[in-house]
């Protein structure tokens, strides 16, 4: 059977069980890279340490999860500080012809993840942590990326703003430009 779990190369792809080493402990082969591994402290370790991380950016405290966790303060702040410096890099696939959905996710009134998803393929193709409003040059610079990696605007759906809709118009002035009916 299958299941969600780090595999060698520091991703979630499906494992299963691939019978004991010679002293007895249990192995997986990962079925994305076929690789055979077993399941060490270290790796789990980082998948146990994942909710705090979540908990964080959803806005608890280190102190509130130290708590919750019954951990010191310092072990929560460096897995923290773990998953900060090893962030999931965009990864796209081409599409000649791609209807994109772009919107922002503030956390708080100075942070913004900008979030380009693929309706067609249904993946995020490319993602941008922001310090500014959803500004128009940074928009353009990621939709230059986009088509450099083989991803065409047929249209795009977005939440109105006026730097997604200038960035858009800047690049593809001929495609339709929805705003989104749930802004």
Same mark, same amino acid.
């Given at each position: 059977?299958?299941?969600?779990?780090? %595999?060698?190369?520091?991703?979630?792809?499906?494992?299963?069980?691939?019978?004991?080493?010679?002293?007895?402990?249990?192995?997986?082969? %990962?079925?994305?890279?076929?690789?055979?591994?077993?399941?060490?402290?270290?790796?789990?370790?980082?998948?146990?340490?994942?909710?705090?991380?979540?908990?964080?950016?959803?806005?608890?405290?280190?102190?509130?999860?130290?708590?919750?966790?019954?951990?010191?303060?310092?072990?929560?702040?460096?897995?923290?500080?773990?998953?900060?410096?090893?962030?999931?890099?965009?990864?796209?696939?081409?599409?000649?012809?791609?209807?994109?959905?772009?919107?922002?996710?503030?956390?708080?009134?100075?942070? %913004?993840?900008?979030?380009?998803?693929?309706?067609?393929?249904?993946?995020?193709?490319?993602?941008?942590?922001?310090?500014?409003?959803?500004?128009?040059?940074? &928009?353009?610079?990621?939709?230059?990326?986009?088509?450099?990696?083989?991803?065409?605007?047929?249209?795009?759906?977005?939440?109105?703003?006026?730097?997604?809709?200038?960035?858009?118009? %800047?690049?593809?002035?001929? &495609?339709?430009?929805?705003?989104?009916?749930?802004?």
């Amino acid at each position: 059977m299958s299941k969600k779990k780090p %595999c060698p190369n520091n991703s979630f792809h499906p494992v299963i069980s691939w019978g004991r080493n010679k002293s007895g402990t249990r192995r997986f082969r %990962c079925l994305i890279c076929k690789k055979t591994f077993t399941w060490n402290q270290g790796v789990n370790r980082s998948f146990n340490r994942f909710p705090w991380f979540e908990k964080w950016l959803k806005g608890a405290s280190i102190d509130l999860l130290a708590q919750i966790s019954k951990r010191d303060r310092n072990t929560i702040r460096s897995a923290i500080h773990w998953y900060l410096k090893h962030s999931p890099k965009p990864n796209p696939t081409p599409n000649s012809a791609c209807n994109l959905v772009l919107d922002a996710t503030w956390f708080g009134r100075k942070n %913004c993840l900008i979030v380009y998803w693929d309706t067609d393929l249904k993946k995020a193709q490319w993602w941008r942590y922001s310090q500014r409003k959803e500004a128009a040059w940074e &928009i353009v610079e990621d939709l230059e990326n986009l088509k450099e990696k083989g991803i065409i605007l047929s249209s795009a759906t977005t939440d109105g703003s006026r730097g997604i809709k200038t960035a858009i118009d %800047c690049l593809y002035p001929n &495609i339709p430009h929805q705003r989104c009916l749930v802004h």
